[in-house]
């Protein structure tokens, strides 16, 4: 798939008493299939909401009458023109999720959480695929394969959510504060590994971070600001 981004006429609003509140108020935007992109902005500015956008797990408001409705469209894929069913089918082809909140499924193993989405699409997970998943966890130094999940540290747990998204080979990979509970070593090796798998699987990658130190090893780094959206300098290749 052409994973090129492009965003027309964003408007995004959440009731708040009896005012509705802009989250997101983005006219037009573009990204460059591949690019790796960092965005951040203060707590409550939006960074889940436009990733949750991007992923298809939400729409934009409906055009008011006269305007314009606004407009996600990854390649040749314009995901509001979906239907939900086509929407789910697409992310699950398509795009890696790691949630802010990990959603994991308690009860299950490490290694049976990240070969969860690749269950519900076969009736049998193939061999490599089990082996892929192994070297991913052993990669991000979880061992305990069988541990349950619930049972692992939160830093454990993230990895773990790391290693479900990228499983499937994903060309877009939305990451919501993928570091936030690790280390600076562990952060590092995380990032690494998100970065280095965008670049060689030419995946387009926007991670959430507040960490000044992440910005730079994407190539652009986006502020969102009171629901907009602006360029800030990173200094990666
Ligand atoms: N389902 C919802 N209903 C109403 N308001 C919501 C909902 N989800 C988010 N919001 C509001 O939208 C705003 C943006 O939330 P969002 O979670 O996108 O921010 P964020 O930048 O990811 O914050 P954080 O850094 O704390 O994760 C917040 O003010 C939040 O209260
Ligand atoms: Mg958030």
């Not at 009896?18 to 990204?31: C, E, G, K, V």
């Not at 408001?61 to 040749?76: H, I, K, T, Y």
Request: hydrophobic share 40%; with cysteine.
């Amino acid at each position: 798939m052409n994973n090129a981004l492009s965003l027309k006429n964003i408007l995004v609003s959440r009731r708040d008493g009896r005012t509705r509140r802009i989250i997101l108020d983005i006219p037009s935007f573009q990204l460059a299939a591949g690019d790796t992109v960092c965005l951040h902005g203060v707590s409550g500015s939006g960074k889940t909401s436009l990733l949750q956008l991007l992923g298809g797990l939400t729409t934009a408001d409906p055009a008011e009458a006269g305007l314009p409705s606004g407009e996600v469209r990854w390649g040749d894929v314009c995901i509001d023109e979906l239907s939900e069913s086509e929407r789910d089918l697409w992310r699950s082809q398509h795009v890696g999720f790691v949630f802010q909140d990990f959603q994991l499924v308690p009860g299950l193993s490490a290694l049976e959480n990240v070969l969860l989405p690749v269950t519900f699409r076969s009736w049998s997970i193939p061999g490599v695929l089990r082996d892929r998943a192994r070297t991913l966890l052993q990669t991000m130094d979880i061992h305990q394969l069988d541990q349950q999940v619930h049972l692992l540290s939160r830093g454990e747990m993230q990895r773990v959510a790391i290693a479900r998204a990228v499983l499937p080979e994903p060309d877009i990979l939305l990451a919501d504060e993928p570091t936030a509970s690790l280390d600076k070593e562990n952060a590092e090796a995380v990032t690494r590994l998100l970065v280095d798998y965008a670049r060689e699987h030419a995946c387009t990658l926007i991670l959430v971070s507040h960490e000044p130190n992440m910005r730079g090893r994407t190539r652009r780094s986006f502020l969102l600001e009171r629901g907009e959206l602006h360029e800030t300098t990173s200094d990666a290749d």
